[in-house]
């Protein structure tokens, strides 16, 4: 069974940072392209960061130069490092695992950015 769990998220004034982590099981993990993508009410979910399996990272023109996002194969575990978090990246962010024509998701993490 594929399970994807993240956490780190929560509330931050505006210019501040969170890390979201998103541990994964029930798949090779090494062999899995890892992304991160967010969702706000009424709009399409969109990609935020992701990162191939040869640890190539590819970023939305929108979080270029303050997100990072990176993984770690011996912990099954991917991270998003955001800075200089802006109000409007409200929104929920959601860890997903591609390998082929698969396809995973994690249930999602809330991320309030607001004073």
């Known amino acids: 069974q594929v399970q994807l769990v993240e956490s780190g998220g929560g509330l931050v004034q505006p210019g501040g940072s969170l890390r979201l982590s998103c541990a994964a099981s029930?798949?090779?993990?090494?062999?899995?392209?890892m992304g991160w993508y967010r969702q706000v009410p009424g709009k399409q979910r969109e990609l935020v960061a992701d990162i191939t399996s040869g640890i190539i990272t590819n970023y939305a023109d929108s979080v270029k130069g303050r997100f990072t996002i990176s993984r770690d194969n011996a912990k099954n575990t991917v991270y998003l490092q955001m800075n200089s978090l802006k109000p409007e990246e409200t929104a929920v962010y959601y860890c997903?695992?591609?390998?082929?024509?698969?396809?995973?998701w994690g249930q999602g993490n809330q991320v309030t950015v607001s004073s």
């Open positions: 997903n695992a591609v390998w082929g024509w698969a396809s995973y």
């Open positions: 029930g798949i090779i993990f090494s062999s899995h392209a």
